[in-house]
């Protein structure tokens, strides 16, 4: 059983959203890498 | 009542007074349509956030939440994932490139720009410029039955505090008005929504009393996909979520941010901002538990409201919710107007406008769709009400496939796109209306719970694919353009 009593698939949505803010970051990241490698 | 009415009055002034300011800075329709592009990173992902969830998100998602249980945080979770996060890494640095590069200021204009096909602008401005004055009919609807549930006012008086102020700031300070009002109301939206779930949850004993409590009306309001079924399900979260990446307000932002780097940092505060999408929801199941008696699920978010916030939590509350009303709204009216004037009037029909008249017609547009869409929503015919349920389905049936095809597949065809965007929209109204229709055969249950909005856009896919492969692509001059190679 998952956190608060949940199921696994519902508490899958809380999953999501974090994975989802640490997606945008990585992107960003990365991107940046990016542009500054073209740079150089 | 007196709080209510101070914070409102103080709040409303704010924004007037915004759009007063932003006045002097619109002095071309390039200005008033999309803020010159020169909107920074914060200010462009907030008002993102609020041009995206309306008050129908707030009111409907609790009453989501309230009829289906927990299974409605996966809505939540694809407006940030789908609707969001991945909207703004696949469409944002692409459609700030290719809308410079091709002048465009208007969804509309970037088809005729990418494609050179008058037909698919036309079409594109027609469909979404009606459905989007549907759309706004139910935010303002939405609006004007949180005034009347929080603040026993008439529904009327609702319309026109609302309307009126709206309609103010947008023809007078134009697009800078809208996003910087829109930033403000985002702060205020989502400070009102962490503070109703905050409350609501202590009221209710935290979160695993919550499901505890949940589980003991119905199990299925605690499950995946629980009490709403798969169907029901996936279809609603693709129309909300993925039926962003064709919703011209929410596109325009990214013409307008100041340089494609800037969407980097924009990308990461529109995805935390955006995480407030989960509450509605979540709050929504809280009032199943704490006010299980409603005579309609609408009913749930202000009725949790009056129960677990004081004067001032409810002020603050019904500002968020008119703050979510209103950047929507405005968003759309400056969206619809720039397509009417620069699309229809200048292009479609050839009607030549110096550009101080094209400034001037755009602004009286903006006011005479505001007032148009307020006189509907004082008293809307049955009609408009059905058709407010699908206005997302087929706006985004319209212009999802042509838009992401046009930015990614060099040879996409103009027919194709056009072919698309009618099959869609067909499609979507066709199955939309297929349960009133007495003479065809009835869905069998599966099918039934799907969404116009999935058939419609598995139309348009299957036919801008099926029809590029068989038809020509679009000039090369104008692929040349969009992509920046001439």
Redesign the interface.
Known sequence: MAPFHLSWLTFGAFLVLGGTIILALVWALVDRARDHGGKS | MIIYVIVLVVYLGLLSAIGIVMSGRSRSVGDFAIGGRSVGPWVTALSFVAAYYSSVVIIGGGAFGWKFG??T??V??GN??IGT?LA??VLGRRIRRFTENLDAMTLPGFFFGRYGSAEARIFSAAATGLFLIIYNVSVLKGMANTFEVLMDLPYWSGVVISGVVILFYTAVGGYLAVVYTSFVQALVMIAALVLLTFMSLKKVGG??A???RL?TIDPGL???P?VWGWAGLISFTLIVSLGTWGMPQLLVRFYSIKND?ML??G??I???GA?VA?LPYLTGAVARVLVPELSSADQAIPALTKLVLNDWGGALFLAGVVAAGMSTFAGVLIIISSSMVNDVWIHGLGRTLTPAAELKATRLMSLAVGVVSLLIALKPPALVLVLTAFSWAVIASTNLWPLLFGLYWKRTSPKAALWSMLTGVSAALLWQAWPRIGWLPELPGALAGVHGFVVGTAVGLVVIVIGTFAGRPAPRDNVDRAWGSR
């Open positions: 927990l299974a945080l996966w939540g979770a940030v994932l996060t703004w890494i979160m695993t919550l499901v505890d589980n605690v499950n995946t629980g780097k980097r940092l990308t990461v529109v995805t935390i995480s989960l």
